[in-house]
């Protein structure tokens, strides 16, 4: 692939995390925001009258501008990088078509770079944690990311190389084993983090944790479709009329 068709991708692939980017901001602001309302509206009832301190942004900025700024830059910045992803993958990953590439590596994103490392260390709303250990808690869950892509990777490659002798279901099969059983141990052997209050409410914490993931699906979901269509359109493009023509007028001589 030469660079020109990298770039070109390149810039469709900011486009469609801009364009999810969107879809996700409405989702992260009817379905997140209130149980983020409801958290900070608990965690300010239970702190002590010395401890609250003035905002430095306003709750209304932070729950439009900031969250719109957001999660629009990180829409653009992972649909860039996704796009790349996607140069390198197509037509390594099987025979399938443009768009069938963009789902299926949004597909296999979401579930590598989120849904496993959420389900060790699932998101939690405000009130919820010790500010002494974020730095450890972070480390914890980027290493989780890390942990879960790579071996996603090697998964594929394992995958790749074990169909010519399995054929390709099986080796599939055999491929998604091997990434449970690393995935399970790596649940197993990985510190347990637990801070949420014993009187927190339990429906606050499930709505938040349920509308979080329900934003990362539509972020990836969304950013697969539209990709997929972009790239489908400048991989595959549709003869033009013009074309239909001159290529009717060379048959029939």
């Not at 770079?113 to 709303?125: D, E, G, I, M, T």
């Not at 972009?230 to 009329?241: D, G, I, Q, V, Y």
Request: aromatic content about 10%; hydrophobic content about 55%; glycine content about 12%.
């Amino acid at each position: 692939m030469n660079s020109a068709m990298v770039r070109n991708l390149l810039v469709r692939g900011m486009l469609a995390g801009l364009g999810a980017g969107v879809l996700a901001l409405v989702a992260a602001y009817f379905l997140g925001e209130p149980s983020v309302d409801r958290a900070i509206s608990f965690e300010g009832a239970h702190a002590p009258a010395h401890e609250h301190e003035v905002e430095l942004v306003s709750r209304g900025v932070q729950s439009t501008a900031g969250l719109a700024t957001g999660v629009l830059v990180y829409g653009i910045a992972f649909g860039g990088i996704a796009a790349l992803a996607y140069c390198v993958a197509l037509g390594r990953v099987g025979r399938f078509t443009p768009r069938a590439t963009a789902l299926l590596l949004s597909g296999g994103a979401l579930l590598a770079v989120y849904v496993v490392p959420f389900l060790k260390y699932p998101a939690n709303p405000p009130a919820v944690g010790n500010g002494d250990t974020i730095g450890k808690r972070t480390t914890l869950y980027f290493l989780m990311m890390l942990l879960s892509v790579l071996l996603a990777v090697a998964a594929t490659i394992l995958g790749k190389r074990l169909a010519p002798r399995l054929g390709t279901w099986y080796a599939t099969v055999a491929a998604v084993a091997a990434f449970a059983v690393v995935i399970g141990l790596a649940y197993a052997f990985l510190p347990v983090v637990n801070e949420v209050p014993g009187d927190f409410p339990a429906t606050v914490l499930w709505r938040f944790r349920l509308s979080a993931l329900a934003m990362q699906v539509i972020l990836w979901g969304g950013f697969g479709l539209l990709f997929g269509e972009l790239a489908e359109r400048l991989l595959n493009p549709k003869p033009t009329t013009a074309d239909e023509g001159r290529s009717v007028a060379t048959a029939t001589h």
